[in-house]
């Protein structure tokens, strides 16, 4: 599965599943780029301080150029 066409992506919803999502990504995939999207600020301090997701943000980009796979 390494011949992937993508290593950037986006989990918008970082609760059990987004969050279980993302982490399983990570494990699997070590070398993506995995940017998470919440409104609500723990949820992001929480996944990011756990090496969950790389980025965090609270709203949709307005722009989704850099997204590659997005999970919702």
């Known amino acids: ?3 992937l066409p993508f290593k950037k992506l986006t989990v ?3 609760g059990l599943i ?3 999502f993302a982490m399983a990504a990570r494990e699997c995939f ?3 780029q995995v940017q998470g999207i919440d409104p609500d600020a723990d949820a992001l301090d929480f996944a990011k301080t ?3 997701i ?3 943000a609270q709203e949709l ?3 989704w ?3 590659q796979l997005i999970v919702l």
């Open 54 to 56: 790389h980025t965090a």
């Open 65 to 67: 150029e850099d997204n």
């Open 1 to 3: 599965m390494s011949d």
């Open 30 to 32: 070590p070398d993506w």
């Open 61 to 63: 980009p307005a722009q």
């Open 12 to 14: 918008i919803g970082l």
């Open 18 to 20: 987004g969050g279980s």
């Open 50 to 52: 756990q090496g969950v």
